[in-house]
């Protein structure tokens, strides 16, 4: 059953579900669109409604082959919706979760694009904000580039703000308000998702052009490693570490590439390509990496919170070992479940890939668990490393050195501002959402 969307528009099949609503395959006056219905029971919410408004503004000056385009908006009643070219194929993500990680051809070929897309918004004075797998969109009708890629497109400009705009009440620091009102700090709200988010957003300072960058090179780790560089466990921790620890290297990726990787993942906004340069030094790496099968790297030790590992020590990567393609072995883990600030305040997410969750005070534990992480050498499978927490001589001294510096850094993020992650609900509890609660419908009769 079809429904139609304001005068020009019907909305026919449900193509997917993110924070603020469902996206559907549908036409209008030129053909096909995708159309991005806002949740009904969140269209009175002002802030959101701003929000999704900003979507299509910031997207207005933006005709580039690899941002998905915004062809309309349409307020019809109690019906909101963002009106896009359609994209045929798959997000990002979806291919991620089926083949885990891409040959760096491949990875770097629609790195490109994505910097190419991010180096066009930046050009309009348009920061993304949220760049993640989920949001790039791999057309499958397009032609085949280096490594058999499909043309890369960034959409989802959901959350973007001009540089330079003034921070909005939602993203003011807790810092920003105690200095106006001259009281201590309180709880702040973060937007974006946590296993991509900058240091400097974590830290409560504005978002720059320099953050997509980091988001970015955090993706394109991603299709490379099957992970990300900080990700796993409580987004408190997720967020600790993009901080304060170093990150881990690849065992097996060419050095060039590992040089530009470490660039764009430096702490420092400054010393990040600009994304017109990292896509230009991306493009000349590609002939060099063609035929150069996917990384051959296990999945680093999930951190134990709290538990006996030390921070980027449990989190480094290590070469796989060969197993079989058939029988227990082959066994494929499901894929990580990685958490997200809901784009909007009060908003129960209704994503059906439970990319959502809440965010709290990071714990003491969670801080103990590698605030003063760094780096180290990459281990071969089954190696025990020297000095690691497994070792009961060193284990009391090292748990001993994890609450001194818990204690110390504890005291630091409170004083730049760290001192409360919550939902821009205000929920502190952590609990899961419950999406149950609001999922759309299937039926384009009530999306
Ligand atoms: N223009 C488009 N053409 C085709 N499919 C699309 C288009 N835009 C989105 N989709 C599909 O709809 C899904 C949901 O998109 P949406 O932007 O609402 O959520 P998300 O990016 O997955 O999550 P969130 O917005 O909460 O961060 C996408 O993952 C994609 O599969």
Partial sequence: MSRKIGSRYT???????????????????????????LREDLSSDQELVERFVQERTALLGLDHPRVVGV????????????VMDLIRGTDLRTRLDRERRLAPEAAVAIA????????????????????KPENVLLDMQGPLGPGGAHPALLTDFGIARLVDEPTPIRAQTARDRASSQGRSPSPRSV???????????????????????????????????GFTPFGGGHPGAILRRHVTETVAPLPGI???????????????????????ELAARLRELLPSLAGYPPLDIDEPDEQEEGGEREGAEARTPHRGVSVPASGPAAHT????????????????PDSSRETHTSMRVPSADELA???HGTARAPRVHGQRRA???????????????RLKVAAVTLAALVAVGLGGWLVASGDDGGDPPKGGEHSASQDPGTP
């Avoid at 240091?199 to 299709?223: F, H, K, N, Q």
Wanted: proline share 9%; aromatic share 4%; with cysteine.
């Fill in 191 to 225: 937007i974006g998702t946590p296993d991509y988010l900058a240091p400097e957003i974590v830290e409560g300072l504005p978002p720059r052009a320099s953050v997509d960058v980091y988001a970015l090179a955090t993706v394109l780790y991603e299709m490379l490693a």
């Fill in 11 to 37: 909305a026919h099949q449900l193509l997917g579900r993110g924070s603020a609503g469902a996206v559907w395959l549908g036409d209008g006056p030129e053909g096909p669109v995708a159309i991005k219905l």
């Fill in 112 to 131: 490109v694009d994505v910097a190419d897309a991010l180096a066009a918004a930046h050009a309009a004075g348009v920061v993304h904000r949220d760049v």
């Fill in 333 to 348: 883990p499901p894929p990580r479940r990685r958490g997200a600030v809901p784009l909007v305040p009060g908003a129960v």
């Fill in 369 to 371: 668990g590698g605030a």
């Fill in 387 to 401: 000095g690691s927490a497994r070792n009961p001589a060193v284990a009391g001294a090292l748990r001993r050195r």
């Fill in 254 to 276: 060419p050095d060039e590439l590992w040089q530009l990787l470490l660039q764009c993942l430096a702490k420092a906004p400054a010393s990040r390509l600009r994304a017109s």
């Fill in 71 to 82: 062809r309309d908006l349409v307020v019809d009643g109690n019906d909101l919706a963002l």
